[in-house]
Each structure stands twice: as structure tokens, then as C-alpha cells.
């Protein structure tokens, strides 16, 4: 989804650096997403926003950081990186519901693979 | 909270064949319910959802999917499949507006000639 671009798209780097994933939307949505994508464990969320001064942990916080720099703009960064966080690191955004309705659909970027040495 | 669960990590389907992938949810009320396809180095996309009303939703690409509460379930359809359906399938559920999506563990599909 071109609405939702992640930086860089793939990124390898050594055990113990500071690494730094930027997401940007232009879709207008408040709610932005991290997650992991690991083989055979699915999507796991680091860290969610649902507005510019909102922040909360997912299911795999720790090791992890985000900032929310504006409404279209959500980093990650991996304060001391480690093998094993190697994955497939998504980004996403949804809309905030309005009403009586509940979660609304996700629109996720491509993807950054980062690779940990 | 919510839960959803695929229990087929891997499907393979001839070409030409019907397909049905399974979500079976866990919700105390009505859920909102998604399917998201996943093709090799992309992100996910939408193919569907289900809010309320009619229990059987069309999606794109040709997929549909039915909701049964009696079951909890939200199983995705297509009646033939293509080559270019081999992907990573993903169902997933919404409760309460102020939780994200659950989702599930996701369904590898490899299509064969």
C-alpha cells in the first residue's frame, strides 16, 4: 500500500547497534501500528498510537521503543539490537472509529527486513 | 479479550479447484472479522471484512467468506483458484474500538498446476 511507506526496506547490521524504522502515511489515519513478522508465529504487535500523544505496548514490547512524531509519522527503534530480533518489521495505520463501530480495517506498508549480525 | 485461530498452516490446491481456509474466533459479542492476503515480499492487503448484517461478504480478487456465529467462524472461499492466489493468508478480529486487531498465526497457500 503505497499510503503507507516504510524506511529502509531492508537493513543488516551488527549485534549492540542503535537501529531506527521510520513509517509515514499519507492516509490521514490518527491509529499507527508496529509489528514483527516471524515464520510460523504470524503478526505480533510491538507498539501501537492511536494519536500523536498516545502510546502503547503490544505483545513484544521490550527491547523496543517507538516515537510519534506527528499524526503521519511513527518510528521504531531497536535501542541495542539482537540476532534475535531478525524479523520482518511491518507498519500500519487505521482509521478512527466513529460511532458505535469498532476496529476498523488496517492498511500496512511493505515491510522492512532487517537482519541482525 | 479476543482470540482467532487458523488451524492449517499450509494448504496446497490444484489450480482450477475450490479453496476454504479456515478462522474460527473467540469473542463474547459480535466481532468484527477480517481476511488479509499476504504475496511474497508485501505487506498485508484487505480482501474483506465483516462488520454486521449479511453473513456472507464478497471481497476482491474473487474471495468471499461467511460468518457463523454458531460456530464462531469467518472460513474464506474462492471457487477456483488461480496460481497468482499462492500466499500467505491472514483472519483476524476486532472487538471494542480501543484495542487493536488479533490476528491469527496465518495460512500458507501453494497452488500446484
Same mark, same amino acid.
Given at each position: 500500500d503505497a499510503d503507507v511507506t516504510q524506511t529502509p526496506r531492508n537493513r543488516i547490521t551488527k549485534t549492540g547497534k542503535r537501529i531506527m524504522l521510520e513509517c509515514s502515511q499519507?492516509?490521514?489515519?490518527d491509529r499507527m501500528y508496529w509489528y514483527r513478522q516471524d515464520p510460523g508465529l504470524g503478526l505480533r504487535l510491538i507498539y501501537y498510537s492511536f494519536d500523536v500523544k498516545d502510546i502503547n505496548k503490544g505483545e513484544i514490547s521490550d527491547g523496543y521503543s517507538v516515537s510519534? +512524531?506527528? +499524526?503521519a509519522k511513527f518510528s521504531l527503534s531497536l535501542e541495542s539490537a539482537i540476532p534475535n530480533q531478525t524479523a520482518l518489521y511491518f507498519c500500519a495505520t487505521s482509521d478512527t472509529p466513529s460511532g458505535a463501530l469498532g476496529n476498523q480495517p488496517q492498511h500496512f506498508g511493505d515491510g522492512t527486513r532487517l537482519s541482525i549480525l | 479479550a479476543q482470540s482467532v485461530t487458523q488451524p492449517d498452516i499450509h494448504i496446497t490446491v490444484s489450480e482450477g479447484a475450490s479453496l476454504e481456509l479456515r478462522c474460527n474466533y473467540s469473542y463474547g459479542a459480535t466481532p468484527y472479522l477480517f481476511w488479509y492476503v499476504q504475496s511474497p515480499g508485501q505487506g498485508l492487503q484487505l480482501l474483506l471484512k465483516y462488520f454486521?448484517?449479511?453473513?456472507l461478504v464478497q471481497g476482491i480478487k474473487g474471495f468471499e467468506a461467511e460468518f457463523k456465529r454458531s460456530q464462531s467462524s469467518f472460513n474464506l472461499r474462492k471457487p477456483s483458484v488461480h496460481w497468482s492466489d499462492a500466499a500467505e493468508y491472514f483472519c483476524a478480529v476486532g472487538a471494542v474500538s480501543n484495542t487493536p486487531l488479533v490476528f491469527g498465526k496465518g495460512t500458507r497457500l501453494s497452488v500446484i498446476a
Open positions: 499519507t492516509k490521514g489515519h510519534r +512524531q506527528a +499524526q | 454486521s448484517g449479511d453473513t
